[in-house]
């Protein structure tokens, strides 16, 4: 069974300051994980994804997460947030087709 | 450019009163989910296709059906809506990629958001 928890169900942050978002899984087979964004009254867009190969992968809008298998972790950051980013994020892990969802960090930048 | 695309985006119905909420994807992804969203919350799967391979959730009412009369097209059908099944309702879908494995990568739709009086 696979499960993903992100702490912190709000986080406010700065403009310009650091964005950090946590994510922990855990999956039973290596993982397919995913950060995604979501906007007020719409859909789930694909921020960045980890499959295979390097572990620092880079997302659009300036995002990045790292996969340490270790930690069992998958942390989204990005260096300088902007009022645009202010948004719902998702982790998630895909096995077999079937995604697990965190529940989700409200992210709020103040200028 | 390929996308999906659900409609209504805004819908409302009279509580009791069936509704149909479309989906179409012109990914020609073979996989295609619909979630059920409420504020501040995780999606929640309610069913999937693979192809025309149905698969309910355990937990999914009766009240929700689904139909998929080809691959691009997926309706969400609520029977009787109740006060409780206002919410966002999410399609999305998955691609497979060559070799036969699922990519993980969820392709959603802007949503349908559903009011019940």
């Keep these: 069974a696979q499960s993903v928890t992100q702490l912190g169900s709000h986080v406010s942050v ?3 300051a650091l964005v950090l978002l946590r994510c922990n899984y855990s999956s ?15 859909g789930l867009q694909l921020l960045l994804k980890y499959t295979t190969g390097a572990t620092l992968v880079k997302g ?14 998958f942390h989204l950051t ?9 948004a719902e994020y998702f982790c ?16 709020t930048v103040k200028p | ?11 409302v119905t009279q509580f009791g009163k069936p509704v149909t909420l479309s989906c179409s994807q012109t990914l020609n992804h073979n996989v295609m989910y619909w979630y059920q969203q409420k504020s501040s919350q995780a999606p929640k799967l309610l069913f999937h ?28 059908d609520i029977r009787s809506p109740g006060l409780g099944d206002a919410a966002m309702y999410l399609c999305a879908t998955m691609g497979w990629r060559s070799g036969g494995a699922y990519t993980g990568e969820l392709f959603f739709g802007e949503g349908s958001r559903l009011t019940v009086l």
Aim: aromatic share 16%.
């Design chain 1, 14 to 16: 700065s403009e310009g």
């Design chain 1, 28 to 42: 039973s087979v290596p993982p397919y994980l995913f950060w995604y964004v979501q906007y007020p009254n719409q």
């Design chain 1, 60 to 73: 659009i809008n300036g995002f990045e997460a790292e996969f340490k298998k270790s930690e069992t972790s």
């Design chain 1, 78 to 86: 990005k260096p300088s947030a902007h009022m645009s980013d202010a």
């Design chain 1, 92 to 107: 998630a892990v895909s096995e077999g087709g079937k995604s697990t969802f965190g529940d989700g960090t409200t992210l």
């Design chain 2, 1 to 11: 450019d390929a996308m999906v695309i659900q409609n209504p985006r805004y819908q």
């Design chain 2, 49 to 76: 296709y693979y192809d025309k391979d149905f698969n309910n959730e355990a937990d999914t009412p009766d009240n929700f059906q689904s139909r998929r009369p080809n691959t691009s097209f997926c309706f969400l």
